[in-house]
């Protein structure tokens, strides 16, 4: 029965990473000020504001200008709650829950907003390595392991992006590998960059393939390192007991 309820919640902290990934870079307040149409700039009323169902009342379409609404609003807001459903059935109403559901929203805000934008900001990604830090010592990770993850994480990208001179990856990648490291440990670390290339070198190729990107177009890969990092933190330990039961 509480499923229903954490249901509920994902719905409502979704529609508030909408908000996020739409202020993100602006100096407005993620938590004060009313939304509004994008399109025509009517501030939005409250009965037309209810996470998903507004959507389907108003069956995609703003109530003022009839302009549709972007069906990534009601794509993240399901996608969180399913999230939390799916880490509230798994690790039960615990801190694990909580701290898990935490990571994974900060990590929607930095897929969404760099696979819209091509950038990843401080302003998300600071604030998300200083949770992570210390989500991660309750879970137990160890200050050293955390400590060394995060400096493997930025490291790998800092040299990526001193060698090319910012033309492989950008200066934000860097801040997101520490907070890969400071999330998963660096066991798990190098788990999720080895998904994260090889998920990013296959969607890479089909678009080559399709005529859609060329190999010289630029692809954002922060979307990639939070998928590999999401993937990671749930089944890490099971990948790396499949890959060294290759081995052995």
Partial sequence: MYSFFI????????????????????KKSFFTGRSQCPCCGKKIAAYDNIPLVSFILLRGH?????????????LIELLTA?????????????????????FSSFLIVIFVYDLKNYLILDQITIPAMVIAFF????????LGNIILAAIIGSGFFA????????????????RLGALMGLMLGWKFLLVALFLAYIIGSIFGLTLILVGKKKMSSAVPFGPFLTLGTFIALIYGQSILNWYFNLLY
């Fill in 7 to 26: 249901f509920i919640l994902g719905l409502i902290v979704g529609s508030f990473l909408n908000v996020v990934i739409l202020r993100l870079g602006t």
């Fill in 159 to 174: 040299l990526q992006y001193f060698i090319s001179k910012g033309k492989w990856v950008g200066d934000g990648d860097i």
């Fill in 62 to 74: 703003c109530r003022n200008c009839k302009k549709n609404i972007s069906w990534q609003y009601p």
């Fill in 135 to 142: 989500s991660s010592l309750y879970l137990g990770l160890g």
């Fill in 82 to 102: 399913f999230i939390f459903v799916w880490f509230s059935l798994r690790f039960g109403l615990t801190a694990q829950f909580l701290i898990y559901s935490i």
